[in-house]
Each structure stands twice: as C-alpha cells, then as structure tokens.
C-alpha cells in the first residue's frame, strides 16, 4: 500500500457568508491509498478555527506514513481501528483516509460501495441546496439558479424572518434553516413560531454549542424540529445532544470518517434521533462517499460541490436535489 496527499484550493462560486463569517475559499486535503492498479481516494476539508490545517495534516500523515502503508487489514472498519492510535488526534486525517480505506475495499471487490456495505440506495432522501446568508435581493437570485425541493437557509443575523418571508415569496420548496449557533433560547422559541408558518421543516443548531441546558428549555418549547451539528461534532456527543434535540447532523470530517459516522447513525436510531449527513465546502471526492451513505439517513445536505468554481474531482452528484450515481466501483469519484 502506497499513501499520496494532494492540496487544493476550492474557490467558491460567490462568498459564503454563514454566522461565524465569510468564506471566499476553501482549502481541501485529498488522500490516495493504492496498490497496483487500484486507487482509493479520501476528503476531508480541514476547519482552522479547530487548529487543522493542510500543513498540520500532511505533517501527521507523514510522520505515520509507515503505520499508514504497512497497517495489514481486511475490512475498513479493522483499519481504522489499528490506525486509531497513530491519527486518533486529527479527526480530518482519519477521514480522508477512511473514506480512501472504503473507496479501495469497494474497488477490490469490484462493486459500488453501498453495494459492498450492504446499503440500498433507493431510499436516498433528496438534498438540499444552501443559500448562504446576503442581501435578500442576492439571496433570492441564489435561490433562483436552481430549482432544488429542498433549499438549506443560513441565517444568524437581525432580519432572520424577514429574509425567509422574502424566499418564501418566490418559492414552494421545502425550507430548513442554520443558525450557526447565533441565537439564543427565546430567539430561537420565538423565531420557530414565524418559521413554522413560512413552512420550514427544521432548526440546525440555533444555541452555542455547549449550551445544552438552554437547549432543554428549547425543546420544551419550541414547536419546530431541532437537529445538532456544532453540539454534535464525535461519537462521544451523541448520546450528549438524546433529550437535548430531536436529531443530529453528521459531518464526516469532523468525526472521523464513515466507520464512527456508521456507529453514530446505529447510535442515534437507537435513540429515536432524526439522522442527517452534512458535508464542508468540498469536491466531489467528499461528496461521493455521503451519497453511498444516503439511504441511511433522514435528510441529507450534500451540495458542497456545486458551491465550488473549480471542482478537481467528478463522482456522486446532484440534479435538481436528486443523487445521481454513476454505478463506478468503489465511491465512484476520481480526479480530473
């Protein structure tokens, strides 16, 4: 087994502006694993505000690189394991290598991955489509250039209603909102009760992320859907957010990759939580491993790759909210 890095620099197609700030561009960390002909490829987008960077990743991958190359297993799930101890510190490193772990299991077995892991991809949900936060006029014009049933509003600001009035006005679609943790309990019990009338199906995280006993009184409260994401980042978070929210939204990077993101669906089913995957502003690499995952999953936000000018890969994509697979081994994703 041989370990190759790429880094690449994902330019948006316009600013992303979300709760915590602007985003102009993106950069992402791709991983190989191969021996022979066969190639698997992992994503994870690293998140600097955690103290993760391209050069800290490439530095651990490459101080582990002989754990990485000479590790013997059989199964992902047996590799991530034995990996544990060596990149257990960097959540982002153990996803693209488990996500590249996956793609070539898949490959050798000559088989798309759901068809490997057993899933049926035809209860995929539909995806959303983000509509970062702007002038309204911006964002009805973003919301206008496709014609998605289900759009993902950011909000965080002081006209949050009177923006989604706005969207509201030019579209049917199915709404959902993300707060980034910019409200605070009665904001949030409060707003939900406009939201509910202008049709939104659910709240993405609207309190701190440490703020669980706000949350008790949100729950108690609110006449809206509540799904984790910031409170939910690990394994170890899940069973923090039962009571606490009526889902969790699941991000690859951030908490190691599809073998602790499988546990953490098993997890939360058991525990009468909503289930949903998000991605990162990342290629189609990232995006393809989610879309195998789909049908596990209540709601699914897989749009990273359509919000990018310059995609380095091709794989899973979107049409019109639907998952469109090309049958491909493994996740079905390569660079171009």
């Not at 510190?89 to 996500?99: G, P």
């Not at 984790?228 to 069973?239: I, P, Q, W």
């Not at 606490?244 to 991000?251: E, L, P, R, T, V």
């Not at 290629?283 to 990273?304: E, R």
Request: aromatic residues 8%; negative net charge.
């Amino acid at each position: 087994m041989q370990v190759k890095t790429h880094v690449f620099s994902l330019k948006n197609k316009y600013p992303f502006r979300i709760a915590h700030g602007i985003r102009y561009e993106t950069q992402t960390f791709i991983l190989e694993l191969s021996e022979g002909d066969t190639v698997g490829l992992g994503e994870a987008t690293p998140v600097p505000y955690y103290g993760i960077t391209p050069e800290v990743m490439e530095k651990l991958v490459l101080e582990n690189k002989e754990a990485i190359e000479d590790t013997a297993w059989d199964s992902p799930f047996e590799y991530w394991k034995q990996l544990a101890p060596f990149l257990g510190t960097n959540t982002f490193v153990q996803c693209a290598v488990d996500i590249a772990a996956y793609d070539f299991w898949a490959k050798k077995q000559q088989k798309p991955l759901n068809v490997a892991l057993g899933i049926n991809l035809n209860k995929a949900p539909l995806s959303n489509y983000t509509i970062g936060i702007d002038e309204i006029s911006v964002m009805i014009e973003r919301l206008k250039e496709f014609d998605f049933p289900i759009y993902k509003i950011k909000l965080g600001t002081e006209n949050d209603i009177e923006i989604v009035k706005a969207l509201r006005s030019v579209t049917d679609a199915v709404f959902r909102v993300d707060a980034n943790t910019g409200w605070g309990v009665d904001e949030t019990i409060k707003n939900a009760i406009e939201l509910k009338k202008l049709g939104v199906e659910f709240i993405e995280q609207p309190l701190k992320s440490d703020n669980l006993e706000g949350m008790k009184d949100v729950m108690k409260h609110t006449c809206l859907p509540i799904m984790a994401d910031e409170s939910c980042v690990s394994e170890a978070d899940v069973e923090k957010c039962i009571g606490n929210f009526s889902g969790i939204n699941i991000k690859l990077a951030k908490c190691g990759g599809i073998t602790p993101a499988l546990r953490m669906i098993k997890m939360a089913r058991e525990n009468n939580l909503k289930v949903m995957m998000g991605c990162m502003t990342e290629s189609s690499v990232g995006i393809s491993a989610i879309g195998h995952l789909a049908s596990l999953l209540d709601y699914v936000d897989m749009d990273g790759a359509m919000l990018i000018a310059n995609d380095p890969a091709k794989g899973v994509s979107l049409e019109n909210g639907k998952i469109v697979y090309n049958q491909k081994p493994g996740t079905g994703a390569w660079l171009i």
